[in-house]
Protein backbone atom coordinates (compact mmCIF):
# COMPACT_ATOMS: atom_id res chain seq x y z
CA UNK A 1 0.00 0.00 0.00
CA UNK A 2 2.64 2.21 0.50
CA UNK A 3 1.91 3.85 3.82
CA UNK A 4 3.18 7.44 2.23
CA UNK A 5 0.09 9.31 3.11
CA UNK A 6 -1.58 9.93 6.58
CA UNK A 7 -4.68 9.81 5.00
CA UNK A 8 -7.04 6.58 6.75
CA UNK A 9 -10.24 7.33 4.66
CA UNK A 10 -10.58 9.37 2.25
CA UNK A 11 -14.69 9.68 1.84
CA UNK A 12 -15.50 10.73 -1.71
CA UNK A 13 -19.25 12.53 -2.16
CA UNK A 14 -20.80 9.86 -0.14
CA UNK A 15 -24.70 9.33 -0.71
CA UNK A 16 -26.92 7.01 1.43
CA UNK A 17 -30.39 5.73 0.91
CA UNK A 18 -32.61 3.51 3.07
CA UNK A 19 -34.93 2.75 0.21
CA UNK A 20 -35.99 6.55 -0.64
CA UNK A 21 -35.01 8.39 2.25
CA UNK A 22 -31.45 10.00 1.78
CA UNK A 23 -29.41 10.30 5.13
CA UNK A 24 -26.40 11.20 3.57
CA UNK A 25 -26.05 14.40 1.02
CA UNK A 26 -22.66 14.27 -0.38
CA UNK A 27 -20.35 14.08 2.43
CA UNK A 28 -16.63 15.02 1.98
CA UNK A 29 -14.12 13.70 4.51
CA UNK A 30 -10.67 12.93 4.86
CA UNK A 31 -10.02 10.86 8.12
CA UNK A 32 -6.61 11.31 9.70
CA UNK A 33 -4.18 7.81 11.23
CA UNK A 34 -4.00 7.78 14.90
CA UNK A 35 -6.48 10.46 15.61
CA UNK A 36 -9.51 10.77 17.03
CA UNK A 37 -12.44 12.04 15.49
CA UNK A 38 -15.79 13.06 16.89
CA UNK A 39 -19.29 12.84 14.62
CA UNK A 40 -21.70 15.61 16.72
CA UNK A 41 -24.99 16.73 15.54
CA UNK A 42 -28.90 16.44 16.79
CA UNK A 43 -30.31 13.19 16.60
CA UNK A 44 -30.89 11.46 13.29
CA UNK A 45 -28.26 14.11 11.54
CA UNK A 46 -26.84 10.61 10.00
CA UNK A 47 -24.15 10.36 12.01
CA UNK A 48 -24.37 6.75 13.41
CA UNK A 49 -25.23 6.24 9.75
CA UNK A 50 -21.87 7.33 8.41
CA UNK A 51 -20.12 5.97 11.06
CA UNK A 52 -21.66 2.44 9.99
CA UNK A 53 -20.66 2.99 6.35
CA UNK A 54 -16.65 2.71 7.29
CA UNK A 55 -17.08 -1.04 8.44
CA UNK A 56 -20.17 -1.75 6.14
CA UNK A 57 -22.85 -2.54 8.99
CA UNK A 58 -25.59 -0.48 6.95
CA UNK A 59 -24.82 -3.38 4.83
CA UNK A 60 -27.12 -5.35 7.23
CA UNK A 61 -30.37 -2.98 6.82
CA UNK A 62 -32.28 -3.88 3.99
CA UNK A 63 -33.04 -1.18 1.17
CA UNK A 64 -29.88 0.82 1.91
CA UNK A 65 -28.00 1.71 -1.01
CA UNK A 66 -24.80 3.65 -0.90
CA UNK A 67 -23.26 6.30 -3.68
CA UNK A 68 -19.97 7.78 -4.00
CA UNK A 69 -16.71 6.73 -2.59
CA UNK A 70 -14.59 5.33 0.81
CA UNK A 71 -11.36 4.81 -0.13
CA UNK A 72 -9.32 2.91 3.41
CA UNK A 73 -5.57 2.94 2.27
CA UNK A 74 -6.56 3.53 -1.02
CA UNK A 75 -8.83 0.79 -1.87
CA UNK A 76 -12.34 1.11 -2.08
CA UNK A 77 -14.61 -0.44 1.10
CA UNK A 78 -17.42 -1.03 -1.22
CA UNK A 79 -16.44 -2.07 -4.38
CA UNK A 80 -12.75 -3.84 -3.81
CA UNK A 81 -13.12 -5.60 -0.36
CA UNK A 82 -15.14 -7.90 1.44
CA UNK A 83 -17.69 -6.72 4.05
CA UNK A 84 -16.48 -9.35 6.52
CA UNK A 85 -12.62 -9.08 6.32
CA UNK A 86 -12.95 -5.49 6.53
CA UNK A 87 -15.00 -5.40 10.22
CA UNK A 88 -12.12 -7.43 11.02
CA UNK A 89 -9.80 -4.27 10.52
CA UNK A 90 -12.54 -1.72 11.86
CA UNK A 91 -14.00 -2.56 14.49
CA UNK A 92 -16.98 -1.46 16.98
CA UNK A 93 -18.15 -0.29 20.48
CA UNK A 94 -21.77 0.19 20.09
CA UNK A 95 -24.09 2.57 22.31
CA UNK A 96 -25.34 0.34 24.92
CA UNK A 97 -22.48 -1.93 26.11
CA UNK A 98 -22.77 -5.20 24.54
CA UNK A 99 -21.19 -8.30 26.17
CA UNK A 100 -22.44 -11.75 25.39
CA UNK A 101 -23.86 -13.89 27.69
CA UNK A 102 -20.48 -15.98 28.19
CA UNK A 103 -17.30 -15.73 30.44
CA UNK A 104 -15.00 -12.14 30.26
CA UNK A 105 -12.40 -15.14 28.66
CA UNK A 106 -14.83 -16.22 26.18
CA UNK A 107 -16.16 -12.39 25.02
CA UNK A 108 -12.84 -11.21 24.55
CA UNK A 109 -11.61 -15.04 22.80
CA UNK A 110 -14.54 -14.72 20.70
CA UNK A 111 -12.85 -12.00 17.62
CA UNK A 112 -9.57 -14.35 17.87
CA UNK A 113 -11.92 -17.58 17.69
CA UNK A 114 -13.53 -17.02 14.77
CA UNK A 115 -10.45 -16.17 12.76
CA UNK A 116 -9.58 -19.38 13.47
CA UNK A 117 -7.11 -19.25 16.30
CA UNK A 118 -7.47 -22.09 18.89
CA UNK A 119 -4.48 -22.66 20.75
CA UNK A 120 -4.89 -21.67 24.76
CA UNK A 121 -1.39 -20.19 25.27
CA UNK A 122 -2.15 -18.09 22.16
CA UNK A 123 -5.55 -17.00 23.42
CA UNK A 124 -4.51 -16.47 26.72
CA UNK A 125 -1.79 -14.11 25.61
CA UNK A 126 -4.77 -12.57 23.36
CA UNK A 127 -7.01 -12.25 26.28
CA UNK A 128 -4.76 -10.47 28.91
CA UNK A 129 -3.21 -8.10 26.76
CA UNK A 130 -6.16 -6.68 25.05
CA UNK A 131 -7.77 -6.26 28.98
CA UNK A 132 -4.81 -4.55 29.63
CA UNK A 133 -5.09 -2.36 26.65
CA UNK A 134 -8.40 -1.47 27.83
CA UNK A 135 -7.45 -1.16 31.15
CA UNK A 136 -9.55 -3.25 32.76
CA UNK A 137 -6.78 -6.14 33.50
CA UNK A 138 -6.38 -5.54 37.34
CA UNK A 139 -10.56 -5.20 38.07
CA UNK A 140 -11.25 -8.52 36.10
CA UNK A 141 -8.26 -10.92 35.84
CA UNK A 142 -9.83 -12.66 39.05
CA UNK A 143 -13.18 -13.20 37.46
CA UNK A 144 -12.06 -14.17 34.00
CA UNK A 145 -14.52 -17.78 34.13
CA UNK A 146 -17.01 -15.85 35.35
CA UNK A 147 -20.22 -14.29 33.02
CA UNK A 148 -19.37 -11.04 31.54
CA UNK A 149 -23.14 -9.91 32.72
CA UNK A 150 -22.25 -9.60 36.04
CA UNK A 151 -20.04 -6.49 35.15
CA UNK A 152 -20.96 -3.01 36.17
CA UNK A 153 -22.21 -0.81 33.00
CA UNK A 154 -18.38 0.62 32.70
CA UNK A 155 -16.87 -2.48 33.24
CA UNK A 156 -18.83 -4.14 30.62
CA UNK A 157 -18.29 -1.20 28.01
CA UNK A 158 -14.72 -1.37 28.31
CA UNK A 159 -14.72 -5.28 28.21
CA UNK A 160 -16.52 -4.99 24.58
CA UNK A 161 -13.40 -2.68 24.14
CA UNK A 162 -10.54 -5.42 24.85
CA UNK A 163 -12.86 -7.56 22.91
CA UNK A 164 -12.96 -5.26 19.89
CA UNK A 165 -9.21 -4.84 20.43
CA UNK A 166 -8.70 -8.31 20.34
CA UNK A 167 -9.24 -8.85 16.68
CA UNK A 168 -6.56 -6.42 16.02
CA UNK A 169 -8.22 -3.43 14.22
CA UNK A 170 -6.59 -0.68 12.47
CA UNK A 171 -10.00 1.36 13.48
CA UNK A 172 -11.76 1.71 16.14
CA UNK A 173 -15.42 2.88 15.11
CA UNK A 174 -17.32 4.26 18.40
CA UNK A 175 -21.36 4.98 19.02
CA UNK A 176 -21.96 6.96 21.40
CA UNK A 177 -19.95 4.64 23.64
CA UNK A 178 -20.39 6.71 26.78
CA UNK A 179 -24.16 7.78 26.61
CA UNK A 180 -25.39 4.90 28.63
CA UNK A 181 -23.24 5.16 32.07
CA UNK A 182 -22.52 6.98 34.68
CA UNK A 183 -19.83 10.50 34.55
CA UNK A 184 -17.23 8.37 36.33
CA UNK A 185 -17.29 5.29 33.91
CA UNK A 186 -17.65 8.22 31.31
CA UNK A 187 -14.28 9.87 32.49
CA UNK A 188 -12.28 5.93 32.42
CA UNK A 189 -13.54 5.30 28.67
CA UNK A 190 -12.50 9.01 27.73
CA UNK A 191 -8.74 8.38 28.93
CA UNK A 192 -9.04 5.16 27.18
CA UNK A 193 -9.84 6.28 24.32
CA UNK A 194 -7.08 9.29 24.03
CA UNK A 195 -4.72 6.16 25.23
CA UNK A 196 -5.94 4.05 21.81
CA UNK A 197 -4.79 6.58 19.67
CA UNK A 198 -1.43 5.65 19.76
CA UNK A 199 -2.47 2.66 17.42
CA UNK A 200 -5.28 3.18 16.12
CA UNK A 201 -7.31 5.34 14.10
CA UNK A 202 -10.60 6.50 16.21
CA UNK A 203 -14.26 7.57 14.80
CA UNK A 204 -16.66 8.75 17.93
CA UNK A 205 -20.13 9.72 17.44
CA UNK A 206 -20.97 11.48 20.51
CA UNK A 207 -23.99 13.48 21.78
CA UNK A 208 -21.88 15.59 24.10
CA UNK A 209 -20.00 17.92 22.57
CA UNK A 210 -18.39 18.74 26.02
CA UNK A 211 -17.22 14.88 25.67
CA UNK A 212 -15.88 15.74 21.72
CA UNK A 213 -13.89 18.96 22.95
CA UNK A 214 -12.24 16.68 25.47
CA UNK A 215 -11.13 13.85 23.41
CA UNK A 216 -11.31 14.40 19.61
CA UNK A 217 -8.45 16.03 17.51
CA UNK A 218 -10.98 16.89 14.51
CA UNK A 219 -14.72 17.45 14.17
CA UNK A 220 -17.43 17.02 11.85
CA UNK A 221 -20.99 18.39 12.52
CA UNK A 222 -23.48 16.71 10.98
CA UNK A 223 -27.50 18.07 10.13
CA UNK A 224 -30.14 16.83 7.89
CA UNK A 225 -27.72 14.41 6.49
CA UNK A 226 -25.11 16.38 5.67
CA UNK A 227 -21.83 17.05 6.71
CA UNK A 228 -22.10 21.03 7.41
CA UNK A 229 -18.30 21.58 9.20
CA UNK A 230 -15.34 19.59 9.37
CA UNK A 231 -12.31 20.68 10.94
CA UNK A 232 -9.62 20.68 13.84
CA UNK A 233 -11.65 20.41 17.21
CA UNK A 234 -10.57 23.60 18.67
CA UNK A 235 -11.29 25.63 16.05
CA UNK A 236 -14.58 24.45 15.10
CA UNK A 237 -15.83 24.73 18.98
CA UNK A 238 -14.01 28.52 18.92
CA UNK A 239 -14.62 29.88 15.68
CA UNK A 240 -17.11 27.71 13.78
CA UNK A 241 -16.97 29.20 9.75
CA UNK A 242 -20.92 27.97 9.36
CA UNK A 243 -23.66 30.01 10.88
CA UNK A 244 -25.45 26.38 11.53
CA UNK A 245 -22.83 25.03 13.51
CA UNK A 246 -22.41 28.17 15.91
CA UNK A 247 -26.01 27.70 16.63
CA UNK A 248 -25.51 24.20 17.22
CA UNK A 249 -22.29 24.62 19.44
CA UNK A 250 -24.37 27.65 21.37
CA UNK A 251 -26.98 25.53 22.31
CA UNK A 252 -29.73 27.19 19.59
CA UNK A 253 -30.83 24.06 18.90
CA UNK A 254 -30.12 20.33 19.03
CA UNK B 1 -64.56 12.33 45.52
CA UNK B 2 -67.75 10.74 46.01
CA UNK B 3 -67.76 6.40 46.07
CA UNK B 4 -69.07 5.41 43.37
CA UNK B 5 -72.24 3.27 44.76
CA UNK B 6 -71.34 -0.92 44.64
CA UNK B 7 -67.81 0.05 43.81
CA UNK B 8 -66.47 -2.49 46.44
CA UNK B 9 -69.00 -4.75 46.29
CA UNK B 10 -67.46 -5.59 42.62
CA UNK B 11 -64.18 -5.47 43.56
CA UNK B 12 -64.68 -8.29 45.60
CA UNK B 13 -66.89 -10.58 43.34
CA UNK B 14 -64.48 -10.35 40.41
CA UNK B 15 -61.71 -10.45 43.11
CA UNK B 16 -63.01 -14.14 44.82
CA UNK B 17 -64.51 -15.17 40.98
CA UNK B 18 -60.79 -14.96 39.69
CA UNK B 19 -59.56 -16.45 42.88
CA UNK B 20 -62.22 -19.43 43.35
CA UNK B 21 -61.10 -20.40 39.37
CA UNK B 22 -57.56 -20.57 39.71
CA UNK B 23 -58.06 -22.42 43.14
CA UNK B 24 -60.29 -24.94 41.61
CA UNK B 25 -57.46 -25.50 38.59
CA UNK B 26 -54.94 -26.27 41.20
CA UNK B 27 -57.12 -28.52 43.08
CA UNK B 28 -58.26 -30.55 40.40
CA UNK B 29 -54.66 -31.65 39.42
CA UNK B 30 -53.81 -32.50 42.86
CA UNK B 31 -57.32 -34.88 43.03
CA UNK B 32 -55.75 -36.05 39.76
CA UNK B 33 -52.30 -36.87 41.26
CA UNK B 34 -53.84 -38.57 44.75
CA UNK B 35 -56.80 -40.41 42.45
CA UNK B 36 -53.46 -41.86 40.87
CA UNK B 37 -52.00 -42.51 43.39
CA UNK B 38 -54.95 -44.55 45.12
CA UNK B 39 -55.40 -46.44 41.83
CA UNK B 40 -51.82 -47.21 40.75
CA UNK B 41 -50.68 -48.44 44.14
CA UNK B 42 -53.47 -50.76 44.61
CA UNK B 43 -51.17 -53.00 42.57
CA UNK B 44 -48.46 -53.18 45.07
CA UNK B 45 -51.04 -52.45 48.27
CA UNK B 46 -53.85 -55.04 47.02
CA UNK B 47 -52.47 -57.44 45.34
CA UNK B 48 -48.55 -57.33 46.67
CA UNK B 49 -46.86 -56.99 43.80
CA UNK B 50 -43.32 -55.13 44.03
CA UNK B 51 -42.01 -52.50 42.30
CA UNK B 52 -38.82 -54.11 41.55
CA UNK B 53 -41.33 -56.42 39.63
CA UNK B 54 -43.54 -53.67 37.78
CA UNK B 55 -40.55 -51.69 36.74
CA UNK B 56 -38.08 -54.51 35.77
CA UNK B 57 -39.98 -57.20 35.36
CA UNK B 58 -40.77 -58.42 31.10
CA UNK B 59 -43.59 -60.73 32.15
CA UNK B 60 -46.95 -59.20 32.09
CA UNK B 61 -49.37 -61.68 32.38
CA UNK B 62 -52.34 -60.21 34.82
CA UNK B 63 -55.49 -61.49 35.61
CA UNK B 64 -58.29 -59.89 34.77
CA UNK B 65 -60.28 -61.11 38.90
CA UNK B 66 -60.84 -60.16 41.86
CA UNK B 67 -59.11 -62.54 43.87
CA UNK B 68 -55.78 -62.42 44.14
CA UNK B 69 -52.01 -62.15 42.95
CA UNK B 70 -51.34 -65.31 40.32
CA UNK B 71 -50.88 -63.04 37.89
CA UNK B 72 -47.90 -61.03 37.16
CA UNK B 73 -47.55 -57.43 36.21
CA UNK B 74 -43.98 -56.61 34.68
CA UNK B 75 -44.00 -53.37 32.97
CA UNK B 76 -40.80 -53.44 31.37
CA UNK B 77 -41.53 -54.19 28.03
CA UNK B 78 -43.60 -51.26 27.83
CA UNK B 79 -40.99 -48.77 29.33
CA UNK B 80 -38.35 -49.40 27.23
CA UNK B 81 -40.45 -49.54 23.97
CA UNK B 82 -41.48 -45.40 25.42
CA UNK B 83 -38.07 -44.69 25.69
CA UNK B 84 -36.97 -46.14 22.50
CA UNK B 85 -40.05 -44.51 20.53
CA UNK B 86 -39.80 -41.28 22.34
CA UNK B 87 -35.78 -41.21 22.10
CA UNK B 88 -35.59 -42.24 18.95
CA UNK B 89 -38.71 -39.54 17.98
CA UNK B 90 -36.35 -36.95 19.35
CA UNK B 91 -33.66 -37.84 17.44
CA UNK B 92 -35.13 -37.66 14.17
CA UNK B 93 -37.27 -34.55 15.10
CA UNK B 94 -34.39 -32.31 16.89
CA UNK B 95 -32.52 -31.31 13.87
CA UNK B 96 -35.46 -30.79 11.85
CA UNK B 97 -36.79 -28.73 14.14
CA UNK B 98 -33.88 -26.81 14.63
CA UNK B 99 -33.06 -26.37 11.16
CA UNK B 100 -36.42 -24.94 10.86
CA UNK B 101 -36.58 -22.70 13.82
CA UNK B 102 -32.95 -21.28 12.86
CA UNK B 103 -34.10 -21.11 9.10
CA UNK B 104 -37.57 -19.28 9.99
CA UNK B 105 -35.59 -16.49 12.40
CA UNK B 106 -31.74 -16.15 10.95
CA UNK B 107 -31.94 -17.03 7.77
CA UNK B 108 -35.24 -16.51 5.70
CA UNK B 109 -37.25 -14.21 8.44
CA UNK B 110 -39.78 -12.42 5.96
CA UNK B 111 -40.38 -16.09 4.32
CA UNK B 112 -40.74 -17.65 7.53
CA UNK B 113 -43.03 -15.33 8.77
CA UNK B 114 -45.32 -15.22 5.85
CA UNK B 115 -45.76 -18.71 5.36
CA UNK B 116 -43.00 -21.28 7.27
CA UNK B 117 -44.43 -20.31 10.72
CA UNK B 118 -48.46 -20.41 10.01
CA UNK B 119 -47.44 -23.98 8.53
CA UNK B 120 -45.65 -25.17 11.47
CA UNK B 121 -48.83 -23.86 13.59
CA UNK B 122 -51.15 -25.99 11.49
CA UNK B 123 -49.21 -28.84 12.13
CA UNK B 124 -49.90 -28.52 15.90
CA UNK B 125 -54.02 -28.53 15.19
CA UNK B 126 -54.07 -31.75 13.46
CA UNK B 127 -55.34 -34.50 15.63
CA UNK B 128 -53.58 -37.55 16.50
CA UNK B 129 -55.78 -39.78 15.36
CA UNK B 130 -55.54 -38.28 11.93
CA UNK B 131 -51.89 -38.80 12.46
CA UNK B 132 -52.02 -42.26 13.49
CA UNK B 133 -54.40 -42.79 10.80
CA UNK B 134 -52.14 -41.40 8.24
CA UNK B 135 -49.16 -43.54 9.57
CA UNK B 136 -51.13 -46.48 9.31
CA UNK B 137 -52.56 -46.20 5.59
CA UNK B 138 -48.79 -44.45 4.29
CA UNK B 139 -45.53 -44.82 6.79
CA UNK B 140 -46.46 -48.67 7.61
CA UNK B 141 -46.26 -50.38 4.31
CA UNK B 142 -43.71 -47.65 3.30
CA UNK B 143 -41.40 -48.92 6.03
CA UNK B 144 -42.21 -52.72 5.39
CA UNK B 145 -41.70 -51.82 1.74
CA UNK B 146 -38.10 -49.90 1.96
CA UNK B 147 -36.94 -51.96 4.47
CA UNK B 148 -37.85 -54.66 3.67
CA UNK B 149 -39.93 -56.04 6.15
CA UNK B 150 -42.54 -58.54 7.11
CA UNK B 151 -44.40 -55.55 8.42
CA UNK B 152 -44.49 -52.31 8.82
CA UNK B 153 -45.14 -52.25 12.15
CA UNK B 154 -42.68 -51.10 14.35
CA UNK B 155 -40.40 -49.14 16.45
CA UNK B 156 -39.28 -46.99 13.89
CA UNK B 157 -42.79 -46.09 12.20
CA UNK B 158 -44.02 -45.12 15.85
CA UNK B 159 -40.62 -43.09 16.36
CA UNK B 160 -41.23 -41.14 12.60
CA UNK B 161 -45.28 -40.54 13.63
CA UNK B 162 -43.92 -38.85 16.66
CA UNK B 163 -41.33 -37.01 15.27
CA UNK B 164 -43.71 -35.10 12.85
CA UNK B 165 -46.10 -34.98 15.67
CA UNK B 166 -42.96 -33.32 18.34
CA UNK B 167 -41.52 -31.40 15.53
CA UNK B 168 -43.92 -28.45 15.73
CA UNK B 169 -43.91 -28.11 18.80
CA UNK B 170 -39.90 -28.13 19.34
CA UNK B 171 -39.98 -25.65 16.15
CA UNK B 172 -42.25 -23.18 17.81
CA UNK B 173 -40.54 -23.02 21.21
CA UNK B 174 -36.98 -22.86 20.05
CA UNK B 175 -38.05 -20.13 17.02
CA UNK B 176 -39.46 -18.41 20.63
CA UNK B 177 -35.77 -18.95 21.80
CA UNK B 178 -34.09 -17.99 18.78
CA UNK B 179 -36.16 -14.38 18.37
CA UNK B 180 -35.35 -13.59 22.18
CA UNK B 181 -31.90 -13.56 21.64
CA UNK B 182 -30.96 -9.41 21.76
CA UNK B 183 -30.09 -8.29 18.14
CA UNK B 184 -27.45 -6.63 20.02
CA UNK B 185 -25.71 -9.39 20.36
CA UNK B 186 -25.16 -9.88 16.64
CA UNK B 187 -24.49 -6.51 15.85
CA UNK B 188 -21.36 -7.00 18.19
CA UNK B 189 -20.48 -10.32 16.30
CA UNK B 190 -21.15 -8.83 12.59
CA UNK B 191 -19.13 -5.87 13.97
CA UNK B 192 -15.88 -8.06 14.69
CA UNK B 193 -16.28 -9.90 11.45
CA UNK B 194 -17.88 -13.05 12.05
CA UNK B 195 -20.10 -14.67 9.21
CA UNK B 196 -23.47 -15.73 9.39
CA UNK B 197 -23.01 -18.90 10.53
CA UNK B 198 -20.66 -18.24 12.81
CA UNK B 199 -22.99 -15.62 14.61
CA UNK B 200 -25.99 -18.33 14.54
CA UNK B 201 -23.40 -21.37 15.83
CA UNK B 202 -21.43 -18.90 18.46
CA UNK B 203 -23.55 -16.35 19.51
CA UNK B 204 -27.29 -17.50 19.17
CA UNK B 205 -28.03 -20.65 19.59
CA UNK B 206 -25.71 -20.75 22.92
CA UNK B 207 -28.17 -17.83 23.93
CA UNK B 208 -30.91 -19.62 23.17
CA UNK B 209 -29.82 -22.73 24.40
CA UNK B 210 -31.43 -22.82 27.73
CA UNK B 211 -35.05 -22.11 25.85
CA UNK B 212 -34.54 -24.77 22.78
CA UNK B 213 -33.79 -27.52 25.76
CA UNK B 214 -37.14 -26.56 26.77
CA UNK B 215 -38.84 -27.33 23.64
CA UNK B 216 -36.88 -30.36 23.49
CA UNK B 217 -38.23 -31.26 26.93
CA UNK B 218 -41.97 -30.18 25.55
CA UNK B 219 -41.45 -32.49 22.52
CA UNK B 220 -40.56 -35.07 24.45
CA UNK B 221 -43.26 -35.17 27.47
CA UNK B 222 -45.58 -34.69 24.11
CA UNK B 223 -44.37 -38.03 22.72
CA UNK B 224 -44.61 -39.53 26.11
CA UNK B 225 -47.88 -38.76 26.23
CA UNK B 226 -49.34 -39.56 23.21
CA UNK B 227 -51.11 -43.17 22.62
CA UNK B 228 -53.52 -43.25 19.84
CA UNK B 229 -51.42 -42.80 17.19
CA UNK B 230 -48.65 -45.13 18.26
CA UNK B 231 -50.59 -47.64 19.63
CA UNK B 232 -51.42 -47.65 15.72
CA UNK B 233 -48.45 -47.70 14.30
CA UNK B 234 -46.41 -50.06 16.79
CA UNK B 235 -47.50 -53.66 16.43
CA UNK B 236 -48.62 -53.89 20.18
CA UNK B 237 -46.62 -56.81 20.74
CA UNK B 238 -45.84 -57.56 24.11
CA UNK B 239 -41.94 -58.38 23.70
CA UNK B 240 -38.60 -56.44 23.57
CA UNK B 241 -38.01 -55.32 20.10
CA UNK B 242 -35.03 -56.88 18.63
CA UNK B 243 -34.16 -54.14 16.66
CA UNK B 244 -35.94 -50.57 16.15
CA UNK B 245 -37.75 -52.49 12.76
CA UNK B 246 -39.26 -54.56 15.30
CA UNK B 247 -42.46 -54.04 17.20
CA UNK B 248 -43.13 -53.98 20.86
CA UNK B 249 -45.54 -52.07 23.08
CA UNK B 250 -45.63 -48.89 25.16
CA UNK B 251 -46.97 -47.77 28.33
CA UNK B 252 -49.55 -45.69 26.75
CA UNK B 253 -50.05 -47.83 23.53
CA UNK B 254 -50.90 -51.01 25.95
CA UNK B 255 -53.27 -48.52 28.70
CA UNK B 256 -55.31 -47.26 25.32
CA UNK B 257 -56.06 -50.70 23.96
CA UNK B 258 -56.71 -52.95 27.31
CA UNK B 259 -58.37 -50.11 29.57
CA UNK B 260 -61.97 -51.14 28.23
CA UNK B 261 -61.11 -54.68 28.39
CA UNK B 262 -61.15 -54.75 32.42
CA UNK B 263 -62.64 -54.63 35.49
CA UNK B 264 -62.74 -51.68 37.53
CA UNK B 265 -60.27 -53.09 40.48
CA UNK B 266 -59.02 -56.25 39.11
CA UNK B 267 -55.52 -56.98 38.97
CA UNK B 268 -55.29 -56.44 35.24
CA UNK B 269 -57.24 -52.98 35.71
CA UNK B 270 -54.84 -52.41 38.67
CA UNK B 271 -51.67 -52.96 36.80
CA UNK B 272 -53.28 -50.47 34.14
CA UNK B 273 -53.67 -47.46 36.77
CA UNK B 274 -50.00 -48.00 37.89
CA UNK B 275 -48.62 -47.53 34.00
CA UNK B 276 -50.52 -44.03 34.41
CA UNK B 277 -49.57 -43.48 37.61
CA UNK B 278 -45.45 -43.89 35.98
CA UNK B 279 -46.73 -41.73 32.87
CA UNK B 280 -47.77 -39.17 35.33
CA UNK B 281 -44.30 -39.54 37.43
CA UNK B 282 -42.92 -39.28 34.32
CA UNK B 283 -44.46 -36.17 33.00
CA UNK B 284 -43.45 -34.56 36.70
CA UNK B 285 -40.34 -34.93 36.13
CA UNK B 286 -39.75 -33.60 33.09
CA UNK B 287 -41.60 -30.47 33.96
CA UNK B 288 -39.18 -30.21 36.84
CA UNK B 289 -36.20 -30.45 34.91
CA UNK B 290 -38.16 -27.78 32.29
CA UNK B 291 -38.20 -25.56 35.31
CA UNK B 292 -34.55 -26.51 36.25
CA UNK B 293 -33.37 -25.47 32.95
CA UNK B 294 -35.16 -22.12 32.57
CA UNK B 295 -33.81 -21.41 35.95
CA UNK B 296 -30.64 -21.84 35.26
CA UNK B 297 -30.85 -20.25 31.70
CA UNK B 298 -32.37 -16.89 33.61
CA UNK B 299 -29.43 -16.82 35.95
CA UNK B 300 -26.95 -17.06 32.94
CA UNK B 301 -28.63 -14.19 31.83
CA UNK B 302 -28.48 -12.04 34.82
CA UNK B 303 -24.95 -13.12 35.20
CA UNK B 304 -25.13 -14.60 38.48
CA UNK B 305 -23.81 -17.85 36.90
Not at chain 1, 178 to 201: M, Q, W
Not at chain 2, 120 to 127: A, K, L, T
Not at chain 2, 147 to 176: K, Q
Not at chain 2, 263 to 268: A, K, L, M, P, S
Request: glycine letters at 8%; aromatic letters at 10%.
Amino acid sequence: MGDTSNIKFKIQDLNLFYNSFQALKSVNIEIEKNEITSLIGPSGCGKSTFLKTLNRMNDLVEGTKVEGSILMDGIDLYREMDAILLRRRVGMVFQQPNPFPKSVYDNVAYGPRIQGIKKKIELDDIVERSLKQAAIWDELKDRLYKSALGLSGGQQQRLCIARTLAVKPEVILMDEPTSALDPISTTKIEDLIIKLKEHYTIIIVTHNMQQAARVSDKTAFFLLGEAVEFGVTKELFSMPRDKRTEDYITGRFG
Amino acid sequence: MQLQKGMFRKEYFWKWLISVCGIIMIVITIVIGAFLIYKGSYTFTGFGHSIGEFLFSAKFSPNDSYSGSNGSVGAAVFIVGSVLTCGLALLISTPFSLAAAIFMTEISPKFGNKFFQPAVEIFVGIPSIVYGWTGLTVLVPAVRDVFNLPYGNSVFTAALVLALMIFPSITSVATDAIRGVPSSYRDAAYGMGSTRWQIIKNVVLPAASSGIMTGIILGLARAFGEALAVAMVIGKTRVFPKNIFSSTSTLTSVIASNMGNTFDGTEYNSALWSMALLLFIISLLFIFLIHFISAKGEKKANGKD
